[in-house]
């Protein structure tokens, strides 16, 4: 009898420490699971990085293209050979030895590439014939969520001759093309959405945003190129120009899905070896 009460309360003191180290186990998970929940919060809820040249909105050191302005329209201050804004995005003219330099046009500002060598320029403060803008994101592998370009306007606007366009290229190979297709309509060969913001007229900045132009593809640069007609070669109205003026991209979305998994993972495998035990 006695040997059946001390198994008794052997057994019953087994399996109360068995349960208390269930019960640690599943607080330390739960905690686990605390501390990744947080942490995937605090990432999925940080701000995109951005910058924008009409707001003056974290220029970084590339606020001096944002005015002041000259009477011909042109920032009086040029940079080279690129520059950072405030949160990571780096703009670097081309080809190498030309400037940077912000322009205002219909209350509008831009900025494009000024400088007369190597190659002549055509039109300051836009990207024209032979040059190009490289546009690189704040992390490798961000996704863009939005760009916008201006200065884009429809034939006989400005004696432009053509309907404007301006060609977006990133360095995994993808590639778009934004054509002025109205007064306040212009196309993404990609997809997305186009939105006017000032019209291509006269008394107008043609500037457009496209949004989610490559969905959610990730890449770290993109070049901006006018899309140009080889036949008139410099004549610039019978080519494409335009200019750069905001962006937008957020840090590639598997991150925070990562977290998750590792989490899930983790947790099964202390459940697994709590029922073992």
């Not at 670097?92 to 190659?119: A, Y």
């Not at 750069?244 to 957020?250: D, E, I, Q």
């Amino acid at each position: 009898m006695k040997l059946n009460k001390q198994f008794t309360a052997t057994a019953i003191s087994l399996t109360v420490s068995n349960l208390a180290k269930e019960m640690m186990n599943y607080k330390k998970s739960f905690a686990f699971i605390g501390l990744i929940t947080s942490s995937a919060l605090a990432l999925s809820s940080n701000p995109a990085q951005a910058f924008n040249f009409n707001t003056s909105t974290d220029l970084g050191s590339c606020s001096a293209l944002a005015g002041p302005f000259t009477s011909s329209g042109l920032s009086s201050t040029t940079i080279k050979p690129n520059c950072k804004t405030a949160d990571g995005f780096t703009i670097t003219p081309n080809p190498e030895g030309k400037e940077l330099q912000g322009k205002k046009v219909g209350g509008i500002v831009g900025v494009g590439v000024s400088g007369k060598k190597p190659v002549r320029d055509v039109v300051g403060g836009e990207i024209d014939y032979g040059e190009s803008i490289v546009l690189t994101l704040p992390n490798p592998g961000d996704v863009l969520k939005s760009i916008g370009l201006s200065f884009l306007y429809r034939p006989g606007v400005f004696a432009d001759q053509v309907w404007e366009a301006a060609r977006i290229t990133t360095n995994t190979g993808l590639e778009g093309i934004l054509k002025v297709t109205g007064k306040d309509t212009a196309s993404w060969s990609l997809g997305g959405t186009v939105t006017n913001l000032s019209p291509s007229k006269g008394n107008g900045g043609g500037y457009y945003d496209i949004t989610n132009p490559f969905a959610n593809a990730r890449f770290d640069f993109l070049t901006l190129t006018p899309v140009t007609y080889d036949s008139v070669a410099y004549n610039s109205s019978a080519n494409s120009d335009f200019a750069l003026s905001h962006a937008t991209a957020v840090p590639e979305p598997t991150a925070i899905a990562g977290l998750g998994l590792v989490g899930g993972l983790l947790l099964a495998t202390r459940r697994r070896k709590a029922i073992q035990s």
